[in-house]
């Protein structure tokens, strides 16, 4: 089921400002047994985005409604929300009102093997750059032409995630993920002020982070920093924390933070489920 | 009258890539008694940018055929062309095979008093910079954030354009044009290797300068050679040749060279229209 604007649809207008410019944001939310999981979480990070792109937040009760009408009775479910500039004429001025559009989306769940979240990925560093913009940046908008260029670089099944550096060779983040690294039971991330998605996993994982006094730096580093790391892991809001057990040559053989966070953000969300019920 | 992919429609799928990822690229073609004006110069630049994105070119007999039956009977109009990667799941990964979407749209021609040609335009710097990606710069590509959010920074209709710095302060282009300015009769540019889009008019002006033997300077260059100047203009296949008059405080009084080349421009289109009839 699609709802455009409220209206079961599958098509949009090509006057669209998400069409014609990219002119818009998304949220992508796991589902389950009908409830979206962290769903304030996500619509928090949407209404900042939205400041940030000068585009009118939608009604969160209206937006809410419609979320759970297209989540019900779905047992799991990748759920998707994209919010444009709305329709506008020719040109990158913008409509006067905005008028913003807002689409949402149910899609199968992704059938990754359980080994991914146990035993780890095997990532590749992409050649495809990060460019580098503050206005842009943490941002999840539709300009996505660079992930989707990183994401075409490899077919290898084997391989689960491309990690991209910007264009001054720091290490950012994957094509679909955020991704952190353990060095002397120190927690590192990129600091995503130039380039990079701000995740809401990503935040939850800070939080989590937080709450235990675990010590984190959000840091600008190189490959060589990653690639000496004792442990590495993505995450994203549909595969949650994902060991990576291979870099390029580089082994990472140490999953005791990993797994402690896995444990914890599983407990979060049993909590947060709980919760919302 | 819009044509998607041959057929006359105004709406898109929402899993269209395009407004999915902003994955995909436009032209946009000034149309005279039913010719567009240089087509060849466009249809060339979008394959060139095809190839960049990896987007199979769209089948350059059936796309002319479909132009025509659009432009058909307008007297002045403006043609917009959209190619995207085609209709495709959720993930940044590329549908296999790739079956590009094309939309062909007309709209009016805007009305800009004939005083922006001949006497020149007010312009002032954006505070929005343009990110800096080597992978995407030139290319005309749907991934427009940074020209939406400069063109949303001003209002005042007394300024007809904003020139965008790049995040290194270097003067890239307008928000809709590219920029050139002339010192000591040299004619200077940005080189466009980072950021910014390789416009067909821009294209056709360096053509001009060639061949009458003027000297033309492509290179990364800051606020204060623009504004110690003699001459600027701003350039694009809509509007042509707009001299700038006032930039901020700074006045260019002179228009010598910028007259000289909207000449040899109108003497270029002139031939290229009776060439195409």
Redesign the interface.
Known sequence: M?L?NGVE???????????????GLFE?IEVIEGQPVFLGQHLLRMSTDCAK??IPNPDIKQLTDEIYRVCKYEKWA?L?I?IT?GIG??????PEPINPTR?I?L?PF?EYPHTYAKLGINARFCN?????????AGIK????????????EWNDAAIQEGIMLD?TDHVIEG??TNLFYVKNSVIYTASLH?AGVAGVMRGIIKRLIAEHNLTLIEHDYGKEKLLAADEAFVCNSIIGIWPVKQMGNVGFAVVNLTSQLQDWLRQFKEQSLADAR
Chains 1, 2 share one sequence.
């Open positions: 699609i455009i649809a599958d098509r949009i207008s090509v006057n669209d400002r998400g069409f014609q410019y990219g002119d992508t792109l000068n990748v998707k994209i500039r004429g020719r040109g990158y001025r913008q689409v989306s899609h992704p495809t750059r990060l460019g580098l913009n503050p206005t842009l908008h539709l300009n996505r032409l660079e992930q989707v260029m990183a994401r075409a264009i094509t679909m130039l």
